[in-house]
């Protein structure tokens, strides 16, 4: 072969490589988001623009009923925004069948949110095979892989306990270790801390913080602890129906 070709061919091979490595995992464009009441309309958010880069943790802030939540349960596919676009590897949300979008939101995502959903009558360990064996897994490779992720946040000695027995905490963990099972790579955590004592949370929060550089797992944290909040690589905060980028080190509310 030609020299020159197959610098050539070298060249645009890494270059390919490259600008695939600087995509975002997720971008969001002029996301709009407004709910009916009455005659009138309250926007929740308009024309929202920011990114989400692989292996970076995000701290989502602003006062109550800014729309974190909303804008959590959009970027997680389980509500579609009034506008705009929600893409994914590059690949919009929107031209997603419902089937694609339940396998999306089974294998992609993890959700942690402030209230752990938990099925009471399920032991810990049962609780997060759930999603592996909603997604037809192999129940013993499911097993597996459970008992793995309740070793990591230090529930092991628990996974044959019901959820109803565990504390807070603890059930707060198995809801984490159940996020996690499937190796998704955007983790969305709604005030995951919120119904926990300051010890808990803040176990629960380093083990949640340590997922991007252990996993390249993207995490995006609503939250009202500035503790937790400044802890992240970035901070976006809802306001007034936009999101708005603050530096860590801005005092957060």
């Keep these: 072969m030609n020299p020159l070709l197959r610098i050539r061919r070298n060249h645009n091979t890494v270059s390919a490589v490259l600008n695939h490595m600087s995509l975002p995992l997720v971008r969001v464009e002029n996301l709009r988001k407004v709910f009916p ?29 800014a729309g974190k939540t909303t804008l959590l349960y959009m970027l997680g596919a389980l509500d579609e925004p009034t506008s ?4 994914f590897d590059s690949k919009p949300l929107s031209k997603r069948s419902e089937k694609e979008l339940a396998t999306f939101r089974n294998g992609s995502i993890g959700y942690v949110w402030q209230n752990y959903h938990l099925l ?15 997604a037809n897994h192999d129940r013993t490779a499911a097993e597996a892989a459970a008992l793995k992720w309740l070793a990591n946040v230090g529930l092991a000695d628990r996974a044959s306990h019901q959820a109803g027995e565990l504390s807070g905490g603890e059930q707060q963990r198995v809801a984490l270790a159940r996020s996690l099972v499937s190796s998704p790579r955007l983790l969305l955590a709604d005030e995951p801390t919120g119904n926990l004592d300051v010890h808990t949370a803040t176990g629960i929060m380093d083990t949640v913080l340590a997922l991007p ?6 995490v995006v944290v609503a939250t009202h602890n500035p503790a937790f909040s400044q802890r992240c690589d970035r901070i976006l905060r809802v306001q007034g129906g936009q999101v708005i980028e603050e530096k860590p080190g801005t005092e957060v509310q």
């Design 84 to 87: 705009g676009e929600i893409y």
């Design 37 to 65: 009441s009455g005659s009138a309309e309250i926007v929740v958010l308009d024309r929202a623009n920011f990114e989400i880069h692989a292996g970076e943790s995000i701290a989502l802030v602003g006062e109550s009923g």
């Design 213 to 218: 550089a252990s996993h390249q797992l993207s």
């Design 120 to 134: 009471p009558e399920f032991s810990a360990i049962e609780n997060v095979m759930m999603p592996l064996l909603i």
